[in-house]
């Protein structure tokens, strides 16, 4: 399977048979500059309704949209919603987030939406195993780096690819990716915005992945 970074919290992810899936489209504007979304997929994800994460109309291919908590199988594909807030008032800043997970090609992949506050136990036990983790670090409108790493810690992710923070294609309030990856090690930076990824292929230490995004 491949995961492109489209920019902000916007991954396509295909399957080795062509299945797509987008995850939170975003609109450009109000701070986001990130090229138009023109692409095509069959399922689509949206993890709460802000204009930053839920442009399902530019996505070509009539998709299927996926929101809150479901648990369903789309062309081989299980995907299942968590509950959670977008904040650490309990929604009442900035209403409901839903983390998805699922499983393409036998490689579990977690999305934590605009994830704002930590996990609790229930919500780990409900994510499950996770072998990809996106996960947003620019703070502000989500966790702060350091709720950021105590969520990998918890979710013990075999990658981990940031996302949600502050490019040179964004003017929103929020941190760079350096602070989160301050004092870490096996980091791999790339100059390219998709990377592959093999369930027999995966590192046995957990590695971030830093992609370049593709608009």
């Not at 138009?36 to 070509?60: L, Q």
Request: charged share 20%; hydrophobic share 40%.
């Amino acid at each position: 399977m491949r995961i492109k970074w489209l920019g902000h919290a916007a991954f396509v992810i295909t399957s080795d048979n062509g299945t797509r899936i987008i995850t939170d489209p975003y609109t450009p504007q109000g701070g986001l500059s990130y090229g138009r979304i023109n692409e095509m997929a069959h399922i689509v994800t949206v993890s709460h309704t802000h204009f930053d994460h839920n442009n399902v109309s530019a996505v070509s291919g009539k998709p299927e949209v996926v929101r809150g908590a479901v648990s369903k199988e789309i062309r081989g594909i299980k995907i299942k919603g968590i509950p959670a807030f977008h904040d650490a008032a309990g929604g009442r800043q900035r209403g409901e987030n839903t983390v998805f997970t699922m499983v393409v090609d036998g490689v579990s992949v977690c999305h934590l939406g605009d994830l704002g506050h930590p996990l609790t136990q229930e919500q780990i036990n409900e994510i499950g195993k996770v072998d990809v983790l996106l996960i947003p670090v620019g703070g502000f409108y989500t966790v702060e780096p350091p709720v950021a790493d105590q969520i990998c810690s918890d979710l013990s992710p075999r990658v981990i690819i940031p996302m949600h923070f502050k490019t040179s294609k964004t003017d929103l309030p929020i941190a760079g990716v350096e602070e989160f990856l301050r004092g870490k090690s096996n980091v791999k930076r790339l100059a390219a915005s998709e990377v592959e990824f093999k369930r027999d292929g995966l590192p046995v230490t957990t590695q971030i992945v830093v992609l370049t995004p593709a608009l």
